[in-house]
């Protein structure tokens, strides 16, 4: 893919980088963010006044809609330096793809594409010094889009901002991740906003998660709503099971949001020679695959973390652990991805993106 930036494109470079101040050893997931950020307004019927700026607060009235009704999506993704100081994305048109997909379900004007990679590629030419070298670091890249009209009536608005911000991360060790099988609350519904990364699904996330904690546990492997019998995926990954050597994986579905790691591990298995199944999956079979032996891993699958191992599972009273093996899946599908995202291997399906 060959970009050109776009004209329209108008940059203010930071007049002092912050950059010095930023101990890169010890970076919390998601709280450091670069020296620039994109903007762009919807106003008139159309995208306008596209910028990058110093990164810093933006006035918002309190009589936005975004505060009221919602109406805001996002998108993560993440770019990674190689040994040479090249800069690649991954697979970075899905995320172009899904934003615009979430935004035509939240009645949000779909954002053009040329300024989306122009913005993405000038911000990260200007900030590639907050790329570390080395597997595990990379830049954490938040595009979203919110409604900015004024007013508290409850319509779609007629003004939006899109903003690009960015954030170096380090390799994201979960630890142990303990999960409990939902049984009352869900995630997403048919006809719902399952599939979008619409920020009401994480909001609606919270109160729920925070009752599996106060149990001992990480987080929620959600169920359909209609029975709680099928499992469908976490709350910002897809989930694989493995069942003697075979992986299973749900079905996407207006509930349940199209992954690009998960779309990338099917291939990739596909490519191995591993056995993967795409097929809905019931809680009653991994428990029984359990008692059996014969439930080897279950993993979640997401751009933050890559692969997250789970190490146990609760559903009703009962816990079921897994055991850790020495040569899963998991670790072994995290080091093909990354060998391809940081560009120390063959790049088969043409996945990596160089930006620069
Ligand atoms: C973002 C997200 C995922 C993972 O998607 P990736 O494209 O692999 O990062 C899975 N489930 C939900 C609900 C998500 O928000």
Redesign the pocket.
């Known amino acids: 893919m060959s970009i050109t930036i776009p004209a329209n494109i108008s940059v203010e470079q930071t007049s002092k980088s912050r950059i010095q101040d930023v101990n890169f050893n010890s970076l919390q997931f998601g709280t450091v963010f670069t020296d620039h950020m994109f903007c762009c307004d919807f106003k008139d019927g159309k995208w306008q006044d596209a910028r990058i700026v110093p990164f810093g607060p933006m006035t918002i009235s309190p009589a936005a809609k975004v505060f009221h009704y919602g109406q805001a999506v996002f998108e993560?993704m993440k770019a990674y330096k190689d040994e040479n100081g090249g800069v690649f994305m991954f697979r970075p048109d899905?995320?172009f793809r899904r934003i615009n997909k979430s935004s035509k379900r939240l009645a949000i004007p779909e954002f053009p594409e040329d300024l989306f990679f122009g913005a993405l590629h000038r911000m990260l030419e200007m900030d590639k010094d907050w790329i570390k070298p080395g597997l595990g670091n990379s830049l954490y890249i938040r595009p979203f889009a919110i409604a900015t009209q004024v007013g508290v009536s409850a319509s779609a608005a007629n003004e939006y901002r899109f903003y690009i911000i960015l954030s170096p991360a380090q390799a994201y060790y979960t630890g142990e991740v303990k999960v409990v099988f939902s049984e009352h609350y869900s995630r997403a519904a048919d006809g719902g906003v399952g599939f979008a990364?619409a920020a009401g699904?994480y909001g609606a996330q919270f109160y729920p998660t925070n009752l599996a904690k106060e149990k001992g546990f990480n987080q929620v492997i959600w169920t359909d709503s209609h029975t709680h019998e099928y499992l469908e995926?976490?709350?910002?990954?897809?989930i694989f099971f493995r069942i003697d050597d075979t992986l299973l994986t749900a079905p996407t579905s207006d509930r349940i949001?199209d992954?690009?790691?998960?779309k990338s591990l099917l291939k990739l298995a596909d490519y191995l020679g591993i056995n993967a199944e795409v097929k809905r999956v019931r809680v009653d079979e991994i428990k029984q695959a359990h008692r059996e032996g014969r439930l080897m891993e279950i993993f979640g699958?997401?751009?933050?973390a890559v692969i997250s191992p789970i190490s146990a599972f609760s559903h009703g009273d009962e816990t079921f652990d897994l055991p850790v093996l020495e040569d899963s899946y998991a670790s072994m599908f995290k080091q093909k991805l990354m060998d391809i995202q940081y560009n120390r291997s063959e790049d088969p399906f043409n996945w990596r993106h160089q930006v620069c």
């Not at 995926?233 to 897809?238: D, K, W």
């Not at 699958?301 to 933050?304: F, R, V, W």
Request: proline content about 0%; overall charge neutral; hydrophobic content about 30%.
């Open positions: 993560g899905e995320n990364k699904n995926e976490a709350g910002t990954m897809n949001l992954g690009v790691t998960r699958a997401g751009t933050a």
